[in-house]
Structure formats: structure tokens, C-alpha cells
């Protein structure tokens, strides 16, 4: 009897390690790619690539990479975001063999037309980020979002908040944490429904007509 426990345990482990993938763990500011150490994902995980196209006010382009163990749900997937000066397409892409590369990004068109909603905006060293001026939403940003980036090192950490607009899969996938060799980030987001630019006016309107029928109303008695 033992032994067939045994065996059963001994097949079990083998099933676990089949599904579990060996990824590179990366991540870094101001490039496309980043090489990293390789580990071992938790069991349903794939290897997956978050690439950032992130450009400034002045036309001025830059890209941040993040490799990690992802879950499928996420891959190739896209969010768009925008706060204070800058305007990000974020493209999530992934594979699900072993220590494999995710396929190079392919930049879809990124619609930067106005879409009539607006949201706060700040960035700010610290949790609390008070907008002082509102940024347009563009293209399918359809959400206003708060999101703060914990930094967590050796010998110091760091805080990190931006609030602007996005789209719904920012929002959906701007809850992560990653850790590597001392390191930690975690990254905290949640999201309103952004403001119309024509809902102030029209709730003047709307006010103006209301004065007017009660002055008719007033002038009939």
C-alpha cells in the first residue's frame, strides 16, 4: 500500500514539473530588450514579454521592457495610457516552451485623436499625486487611472505615483509585482470613469433653461 502511495506521490511531482516553464526574468528603462537570469514559474505560468513605447510632449520616443512568468489570459494583448506629457502603448506578447523568447513586438497604429473625455493628471515622487490641470484622453482611453510603483531595493525604496487616463486593459492588467536579485517592484492601480468635456457646459445649459421656465412660470402668476 505504501508503495503505491509512493509511486502516486512520485507521478504527481513529474505531472507538476511538466507544466512548469523555465522563463528569463529582466526588466529595464530606456531599452527594447534586457537579458536576466532564469527561473523556474510557478505551475500555469508562460514566459511572457511586456514591451512600453512611451513618447514625450517634444516628439522624443523611449521603451521600456519587462520579462516574466505571465499568465496566458494576458498575451497578446495591448494598453494604452496617458499622464501629464506622455503618451504609452503598452504590447504584451508571450511563448510556452521552454526558457523560450516571446515573438518581437509588432507595433499596432496608435490613434491619438481626442475622444472628448478628460482626466486628472500628476506624477509624483510619493502615494499622494494631486492634480493640479486635466490631460485629454485619446483613442480608446476611456478610464481615468491612479497607479503608483513601489520600488523596493537593497538599500533604499522608492514610490512612484501617476494619475491620467487609459484604457480598460491598463486597468485590468496594471495590478503586478515582479522580484529579482534583492529587488522588488510592485504596481497598484485603480481606475474611475473619466469626466466629458461637455458635461460642465451642459449642465449650465441645462440650468439656463430651468432659470427661463421659472421666470415664465413666475410671470404667468
Not at 29 to 57: F, H, K, M, R, Y
Request: charged share 15%; hydrophobic share 30%; net charge negative.
Amino acid at each position: 500500500m505504501r508503495s503505491d502511495v509512493g509511486l502516486l506521490c512520485a507521478l504527481a511531482a513529474l505531472v507538476s514539473n511538466a507544466y512548469s516553464l523555465s522563463c528569463t526574468l529582466c526588466m529595464i528603462e530606456g531599452s527594447i530588450n534586457c537579458d536576466g537570469e532564469t527561473v523556474e514559474c510557478p505551475q500555469g505560468l508562460i514566459c511572457s514579454t511586456s514591451a512600453t513605447e512611451v513618447t514625450s510632449s517634444d516628439g522624443l520616443t523611449t521603451y521600456n521592457i519587462r520579462k516574466y512568468c505571465g499568465d496566458a489570459g494576458r498575451c497578446d494583448s495591448t494598453a494604452h495610457f496617458s499622464y501629464t506629457n506622455y503618451k504609452s502603448l503598452e504590447v504584451i506578447t508571450c511563448c510556452n516552451t521552454e526558457n523560450c523568447t516571446a515573438p518581437d513586438v509588432a507595433w499596432p497604429k496608435d490613434n491619438r485623436e481626442p475622444n472628448g473625455l478628460s482626466c486628472p493628471t500628476c506624477a509624483y515622487s510619493g502615494y499622494h499625486c494631486r492634480a493640479k490641470s486635466n490631460i485629454e484622453c485619446v483613442g480608446k482611453e476611456d478610464k481615468c487611472f491612479t497607479q503608483t510603483h513601489n520600488h523596493q531595493g537593497l538599500w533604499e525604496s522608492t514610490i512612484q505615483t501617476f494619475r491620467g487616463c487609459g484604457t480598460e486593459s491598463h486597468c485590468k492588467f496594471g495590478n503586478w509585482s515582479m522580484s529579482r536579485q534583492g529587488f522588488r517592484i510592485d504596481s497598484a492601480i485603480t481606475c474611475t470613469i473619466p469626466n466629458s468635456n461637455g458635461a460642465h457646459s451642459m449642465s449650465f445649459l441645462l440650468i439656463g433653461h430651468c432659470l427661463v421656465l421659472i421666470n415664465i412660470y413666475l410671470g404667468y402668476k
